[in-house]
């Protein structure tokens, strides 16, 4: 394998971990799928729509969504929206975000000359 291939998959299993936190913090408010593709584009972080629908289906299964068929319009949408659990696990996650890369920022800064027994 070269070089550049094991980077490429590091990066998406990176990604990947942060696919869920991504898509529940764009759900404060009702969005449906295409949207929500366009918006994580724009702010940097791509998902295919075939990663994102499969994903919705198992956060509203666990009771982190809520979904409604919007019908008005000429084109059925079907809308996505964070529960009142879902709020819940999406702040403790954030939490945990922060929590996680203050300990990763230390941890990728040991070495680098900075007082390298600050933390030892």
Not at 16 to 41: E, H, I
Request: proline share 3%; with cysteine.
């Amino acid at each position: 394998m070269e070089q550049r291939d094991v980077y490429e998959s590091l990066l998406l299993e990176l990604r990947r971990g942060t696919l869920v936190l991504s898509v529940l913090s764009q759900l404060k408010a009702p969005r449906y799928g295409y949207d929500l593709v366009q918006t994580l584009q724009e702010k940097g972080m791509p998902i295919d729509a075939s990663t994102l629908y499969p994903l919705l289906r198992r956060l509203e299964s666990q009771e982190l969504l809520k979904s409604e068929w919007e019908t008005s319009a000429a084109k059925p949408r079907k809308y996505y929206v964070l529960t009142g659990f879902g709020q819940e696990v999406f702040t403790r996650l954030c939490e945990s975000w922060n929590s996680l890369t203050e300990s990763m920022n230390i941890l990728m800064s040991e070495g680098d000359g900075e007082d390298d027994n600050k933390h030892k």
